[in-house]
């Protein structure tokens, strides 16, 4: 069985990848749930989206929050290395 935060590390992961091949216009709900890994006996759809982040917009800003905190993380320890 899939836990919820792994579908909301799946659906964030998607986003990510999608916005970066192809900007906004190619990270549509149906491509952010049939898109990337899944687990075998679990089927993704676009209500997953809204039960875990009540929008895509809501979505979009949990990615960049994710990806402020990992870049922040990285410039870090790059300058702890300097």
Request: glycine share 4%.
């Amino acid at each position: 069985m899939t836990s919820a935060q792994d579908i909301q590390k799946i659906l964030i992961a998607n986003t990510i990848r999608l916005i970066s091949e192809g900007g906004f216009e190619k990270a549509t709900t149906k491509a952010i749930t049939h898109s990337g890994e899944t687990p075998v006996d679990f089927r993704m759809n676009e209500v997953y989206i809204y039960r875990y982040f009540g929008s895509k917009e809501h979505l979009y800003e949990v990615v960049f929050e994710t990806l402020d905190v990992e870049f922040f993380s990285e410039l870090r320890n790059a300058i702890d290395q300097i």
